[in-house]
Structures are given as C-alpha cells and as structure tokens.
C-alpha cells in the first residue's frame, strides 16, 4: 500500500472512528492524522491497521481501538511539556501520540522484545521517549514524580505506588476490573491520601502482570 494510501485511511479513520464517537480535542485528533499507526503493528497486520478493532502484535499483547485510544489521552488531559509515565508500552503507537502531543514520555514495558521494537520505531520516526524494561505494577520511582499516568493493561486496583508518583492535582487513565470486563476509569489526585474517580465507559483490556497486577511476572 502506498503511503497517500495509509494518508486516507488515517483520515477516514479519525472522521468515522473518533470525532464521530464525540472526541473534540483537536489536537487529539491532529496527533492521530499524523502517527502512522500501521508503523506499530506487524507487517502482515498493516492493511487492516486503521480498523475500528485492536490488533494482535505478539506475546499475548494487543495494540487496541483507535477509538479507545484517542479516549484516553482525551481524558488524560495534557499540556505541553507534562511529563507522563505510561504502564505498557506495547506497540509504541500511544506512546507516539503522546510524544506529538508534547509531552515528555516515560514509559515502562515489562516485555523486553515490545520494548526494543517500539523503541526502533519510535526513534526512526523522531520520537524522543525514554522506554524502560521493568514491572509496570510499581511505576518508575526514579523519573517520578508525573503530572499524568496512562495504563494500557487492566488493573484489579490502583497500585499505591502510582498515586503516590503522581503530582497532586494531576490525572490518571486507568482500566480498573478484572481480567474479563473493566471500566476505564479517570482519577484525580486531590490530595496526598484522596483520589476522585470517574467511570467513562466498560472496556476489555489485557490483564496487568507483576508485583500488583493480577499475577506476579
């Protein structure tokens, strides 16, 4: 497929997928004209990288609905220049988005072969993020603290370590349930020990592995 080809299909995407579904971020929806989303899934996947569904991209791992992930990044709220730690690089697609965004990524992958190929992506693509191989489940202590966090896997509940690297007043996105059914759930840190929770909608994410997840790695 030739690249004014994917052009199209990233544009009939963020018309019929996104802002007919209510995102009215425009600059949400200006990072998703402009991330090659079929970049991020496996070659044999490219054709059908712009369909309303998640895509397999190996180890158990799924890089999810456009929808799904223009959301959340809606909901996560940023600014420029927010730093934000993402649990569950996966792909690197999001990662990207949030990178054209203007923020400054942090973000921890537990499977190392994920790591690396998003990583390659990301850097031939310009991306500046900083990628670390690691349990997910306890966030990354040493770049803390975050004005936002974002979770790509579903949580039984919100690890203590991530509240407590997230500046008060900032957000997380979070899907929060068991490992068959969630409600992605928008938190804000009000003060040191009380979070405020908002449920957008019932989602199915792939389950958080580690010391807090719903197994250990």
């Known amino acids: 497929m030739k690249p004014d080809q994917y052009e199209r299909l990233r544009e009939e995407m963020v018309a019929r997928q996104i802002i007919a579904r209510g995102i009215t971020d425009e600059r949400v929806c ?13 070659q044999v996947q490219r054709p059908l990288a ?17 929808y799904i992930v223009a959301l959340m990044i809606e909901a996560l709220s940023v ?3 927010d730093r934000v730690l993402e ?3 996966g792909s690197g697609y999001q990662t990207a988005l949030l990178a054209e965004l ?4 942090y973000s ?3 499977i190392g072969h994920l790591a690396q190929s998003a990583a390659v992506v990301l850097g031939e693509l310009g991306y500046r993020v ?12 040493a770049q803390a603290p975050y004005d936002k966090i974002i979770v790509t896997a579903a949580a039984p509940m919100i690890p203590d370590a991530w509240s407590d690297q997230l500046v008060i007043g900032g957000r997380m996105v979070i899907p929060v349930g068991d490992e068959f059914t969630q409600a992605l759930t928008v938190v804000e840190k009000v003060s040191v020990t009380h979070n405020r929770q908002q449920e957008l909608c019932r989602c199915v994410f792939v389950p958080l592995i580690g ?4 197994r250990d790695a």
């Open 30 to 42: 200006a990072a998703f004209r402009h991330v090659p989303r079929h970049l991020f899934v496996p």
């Open 50 to 66: 712009y369909e309303d569904y998640p895509l397999s991209i190996g180890h158990g791992q799924t890089i999810s609905q456009p």
């Open 79 to 81: 600014a420029s220049g």
């Open 87 to 89: 649990i569950g690089t």
């Open 102 to 105: 203007g923020v400054v990524v």
């Open 108 to 110: 921890v992958e537990r």
């Open 130 to 141: 900083i990628i670390e191989t690691a349990d997910g489940t306890l966030g990354w202590p």
């Open 211 to 214: 010391k807090y997840g719903f």
